[in-house]
């Protein structure tokens, strides 16, 4: 029989299992309140702004793409945009259109990745994937199909399937015939289906009932679904070009992390990623896809972090749809770059990384070489959000003994799919009770 | 993906099938001693026969899983911590006493033991698989082995060579017995 939990207590997650990277948690309670919640991002502090300074214009899409093995796709388009925006030069046409192909795989590859292996097991009450393989073989071997596609978009059209190394400053170093991208329809339109199925594979989990109440913030551009540009918009009325971020943003170092933690001016905490994208701009999913969320029960309305697990799979489908629009209407462009010429000034940049905005920013001299570097990846603007969130959580729940609050948190934690890039990770786990 | 390779003269006695092996370099470069795993496959690549295939990869389970799949060999290299000197080579040959390490051996959030055993459920395992595992000794941000992991990259190379060329003898072995009574020979 569980007996009911102390009403001072403290305990701590050293790694949480399941996230990308590295990361932990800390909660302190006292006379039965919630007194601190701290999430613990172990993320690169800052280390490849420093690397970048020196570095040709040309060099950020192809180290950026190092910074993480999950979303290298969004480093350099972030990168991309941003260069390019500081020499005065928009890349868009069938070349936007590649880009945005390129991007629907790594929006694939990832969410698929999150949806089966990291986020699925918590709803049968599983460890994690291998337990849900070995009870449910074909689930699981229907989510690798569905993330090898979106690999597969990756090499095609990035030249490798980790770290592409086919993306340039201006568009590509090579394009794809069109004969190429119609060879890959097929598996496209297989991934269609496969993602309708997840679709409707997950609208059917029980979701426990929670709700973020925070500020949500996506890009949007009217007449499309946000991935490679737009500007920031928010359920509370922001709307900004990437050039104001600073002006509505601040980041502020924390003890407990290295990660910066991000806050809109006079508001506070904000939560970007698939529920804030979709909230902001569930009218620009393609027919199908809404279709398919409606039927799965989503609404603009939607604020259960849990069930963005509906979400993502709603985001894949609509991945596959729109990559099959732009491989339908691709006319393989007269060459695979616009020649960008370096000048001196800044150039801000911003993409949907599939947890949210990624924003760069870099300060260029009249040769190109640069100055300053700044990258804002969605994991730490969450972060505070995250944490926001899980003290609520904690009030909410505090009648759980601490394995399973800890166990229920960690859930919490993996519905916002965290993403410490660039990390290593060595499994240690403790609970300390006061 | 696959890297190019040099090619090499191919042994002496060799299968009349030519097995599917693979190389499978796991680790992040910019997380110094991390990238050991890759290090070594790109140190042991030029002294292995062409059509061995090398991968890398960053120990995501499912991208594993694609590159070892219908493979008759696949050694997967990757950066260990448990305690030992850095540089210690480890050899695992058990698949599941290798699926059932997680998480002490391996440095990703999910990784080559989260793999392994996710193939196992699956059944998409290579016939044969063995890790080998270098002991770390620095894996903060930043690109480069330090130098106890480096002085250890040619005895790891070696160790990889040896591992694949006394699997191809085996097969050989294994080959000229099965087929002794229909084919005339296995040399080329």
Redesign the interface.
Known sequence: MTQRPDTDRTFTVEALA?????GAMHVVIRDGQVRLVQLRIYE??R?FEAFLRGRAYTEPPDITA??C??CPVAYQMSSCNAIEAACGITVDGMLGDLRRLLYCGEWIESHT?HIY??HAPDFFGYD???EL??AH?AL??R??DL??IG?QLV?LLGG???HPVNVRIGGFYRVPTEAELQAFRPRLEHARDLALETVRWVAGFDFPDHQWHGELVALRQPGEYPITRGRLVSTMGLDIGPEEFDQHVVEEHVEHSTALHARILSRGEYLLGPLARFALNYDELTPLARDAAVAAGLSSDERNPFRSIVVRAVEVLHACDEGLAIIDRYREPDRPAIDVQPRAGVGHGWTEAPRGMLLHRYELDDEGTILTARIVPPTSQNQAGIERDLFHFVEENLDLVDDELGHRAEQVIRSYDPCIS??????DLTVDRS | MHLLRDSLPRPHCRPLLTPRIVLIGVGNPWRGDDGVGRAVIETAVGRLEPDVEVVEADGEPSRLIEAWTDVDLAVVVDAVRSGAVPGTIHVWRDKSALARAAPSIGSHALGVADGIALGGALDRLPSTLVVVGIEVGETSLGLGLSAAVAAKLDDAADTICGIVDEWLAAESLAQAGSKATSSPGLNE
């Open positions: 399941r996230v990308e990277g590295e690169p502090p280390f190092r910074i093995g999950i990745l292996l990291l994690g994937a291998i393989a070995g073989r699981v071997q989510g690798l993330k090898k690999n090499d490798r399937a980790i660039c990390a290593t990770h060595f499994l």
